[in-house]
């Protein structure tokens, strides 16, 4: 069987720095990696609001803040490396779900949040099957690839 094809997608109009950096994961045949979808929706909508929301906590992040109401990971070791960028639409909570990593060898300092799922979210407690498809995203030899290949352009 034949792995799948991952691009890895610089987020546009967002803060640069040395220390973190937010891309998005894309996939032409996984329908489960739709974050870049959704977020080229927003960019392109009316919704300037919506965008300016979703832009800012991704800056708070890449300037090296928290704000656990816009974004955070979780203290489960088995989730520890998951991170979801949170706001709302209509009063429906929006997510963008994501890993952490440290795609350059070379920096260990730098951090890169690889966003790959877009959902909404009704229930209190994130739904641990989507965490669970994230984690297997994160060690997926293919995204790590596609992942560590930008990052060494960007060095």
Excluded at 11 to 31: P, T
Excluded at 140 to 149: G, L, R
Aim: proline share 2%; hydrophobic share 40%.
């Amino acid at each position: 069987m034949a792995s799948k094809a991952y691009r890895i997608i610089p987020v546009a109009g967002v803060r640069e720095s040395n220390h973190r950096a937010i891309v998005f994961l894309e996939a032409d045949d996984d329908k489960w990696v739709n974050a870049f979808h959704e977020f080229s929706k927003i960019q392109k909508a009316a919704k300037q609001k919506e965008y300016h929301d979703v832009s800012t906590r991704f800056d708070y992040w890449i300037d090296g803040n928290t704000h656990n109401l816009w974004f955070h990971g979780w203290s489960d070791p088995k989730y520890r490396n998951c991170f979801v960028f949170k706001w709302k639409r209509g009063g429906v909570n929006q997510r963008f779900y994501g890993f952490l990593c440290h795609p350059r060898a070379s920096d260990l300092k730098f951090v890169a949040c690889v966003l790959a799922t877009y959902a909404t979210k009704s229930a209190h407690n994130t739904d641990e099957a989507i965490l669970d498809r994230i984690n297997s995203l994160r060690v997926d030899n293919a995204v790590a690839d596609a992942t560590h290949a930008m990052f060494a352009q960007r060095n």
